[in-house]
């Protein structure tokens, strides 16, 4: 089965950078491999509903960022070793939420299948 296991969060202060990661396997239990599937970060602050910060397309495609990205931050992947990486510069105290690992296949389009448990993000002085 497919699993998705986030890290790399933590408490940093404004201005601060940050790279989260996520560690996908079983997708050949799905019958295709990571390249099938565009991967996501979302983030859910608290009190809120969770949203999109980026997705990063299957096979090469490119990535969408939400807009309070404004430049700073980067998706990144490499099928090969089943990492989907969230490189994020620049932080801010609005930035703080638990962040989530996605992945859905690439022909269907909508929000993730498949979830990971979420890595928290706190951004404070």
């Known amino acids: 089965q497919v699993q998705l296991v986030e890290s790399g969060g933590g408490l940093v202060q404004p201005g601060a950078s940050l790279t989260l990661s996520c560690r996908a396997s079983g997708f050949s239990s799905t019958g295709h491999d990571m390249t099938w599937y565009d991967m996501a970060w979302y983030r859910q602050p608290p009190g809120a509903e969770r949203e999109l910060v980026a997705f990063?397309?299957?096979?090469?495609?490119?990535?969408i960022y939400a807009g309070f990205v404004d430049g700073r931050f980067e998706i990144s992947r490499d099928d090969a070793q089943g990492l989907v990486s969230l490189q994020m510069n620049n932080l801010t105290p609005e930035d703080s939420a638990v962040y989530y690992c996605g992945a859905r296949r690439k022909d269907r389009g909508g929000n993730p299948t498949y979830w990971g448990q979420g890595t928290q993000v706190t951004v404070s002085s």
């Open positions: 990063k397309i299957g096979e090469g495609g490119g990535p």
